[in-house]
């Protein structure tokens, strides 16, 4: 079967910086998605990684390792309003889009 | 760019009537589109995939019957929820993609309330 596994909830400091995990198992694989969502409202795009390394885009990072079925998001200078649900999601061979659970992130002053 | 509505954002029903929820992409062309439902502190589920002039394809446990799905342009897709029930309400959400694009957009939601 095709899983997917991240951690359900972390809590981090204002201004520290938190990883979140994810590492998956599925039938075939054409990319990984992190988006951010807000209680209530629509997920967001955060990142998209396909090859090995680190994508860096501000504040948030994305580091992918196709051999080890292995993300990370990383969360620099953490701001109150990114206490958020984190979710990772992949592609596919059949260009479905397989869903993590998702990381509660709980952010403390 | 890149940007999905869904319509309404919220609506009240009561059990045994339909309610039709619609989803569109504003500034591309969307040959797929998702359909999700979201329980409260759960992640995504998804119901159905639809490709424009196609029949959707619904996932295990949905019932197509009463999910009515239709993708009949480019730029819009319904969910149509029938004879629903108080165990229908949830957080609706509804995702689009373009031609190959790898990256789905999200619309805001509906959140459907039945009594």
């Known amino acids: 079967g095709q899983n997917i596994d991240q951690p359900t909830e972390m809590t981090a400091t204002e201004g520290a910086i938190v990883q979140i995990n994810c590492t998956y198992q599925?039938?075939?694989?054409?990319?990984l998605f992190w988006y951010q969502q807000h209680a209530g409202e629509a997920p967001t795009f955060l990142s998209y990684n396909v090859l090995d390394g680190l994508e860096e885009k501000g504040r948030f990072s994305s580091f992918l390792s196709r051999s080890k079925g292995y993300s990370y998001l990383l969360l620099k200078e953490l701001q109150m309003k990114d206490s958020a649900s984190y979710l990772c999601a992949v592609i596919d061979s059949n260009y479905q889009l397989i869903w993590g659970a998702g990381t509660k992130l709980i952010i403390k002053p | 760019g890149a940007v999905v509505s869904q319509h309404p954002s919220w609506v009240i029903c009561k059990s045994g009537t339909s309610v039709k929820i619609e989803c569109r992409s504003l500034d591309f062309q969307a040959t797929t589109m998702f359909w999700y439902r979201q329980f409260p502190k759960q992640s995504l589920m998804l119901m159905a995939t639809s490709n424009e002039g196609s029949k959707a394809t619904y996932e295990q446990g949905v019932e197509k019957d009463k999910f009515l799905i239709n993708h009949a342009s480019l730029t819009l897709s319904t969910l149509t929820v029938t004879s629903a029930h108080p165990e229908d309400s949830s957080f609706y959400i509804c995702?689009?993609?373009?031609?190959?694009?790898?990256?789905?957009?999200f619309g805001p939601g509906t959140r459907l309330t039945v009594t």
């Open positions: 995702s689009a993609r373009g031609q190959g694009d790898h990256e789905q957009y």
């Open positions: 599925t039938s075939g694989f054409n990319g």
